[in-house]
């Protein structure tokens, strides 16, 4: 979803959408931890490849995503929903 999209939910949909982004955000920490740790494992053992880059891209993704969430988390406290 964009941010136009996001400002368009009702105030019960963004309500849902926060519970399930408080919910993914521990997940998304957990990950890019396990991921970053890859890096560094193959940092160590001077094995840039494949094994590196997959993981950058997740770790490129989840951002993403983070930045929707403070998007979202912006919007729910304009409207005073928490």
Do not use: C, V
């Amino acid at each position: 979803m964009s941010e136009k999209e996001l400002s368009e939910l009702t105030d019960q949909d963004l309500l849902e959408e926060t519970k399930k982004m408080k919910s993914s955000s521990i997940m998304h920490a957990g990950l890019i931890g396990f991921m970053a740790g890859i890096i560094i494992y193959s940092a160590l053992k001077n094995t840039w490849g494949l094994l590196t880059l997959i993981p950058l891209f997740f770790i490129y993704r989840l951002l993403k995503k983070t930045k929707r969430n403070e998007t979202l988390k912006k919007l729910s406290r304009g409207r005073n929903l928490q």
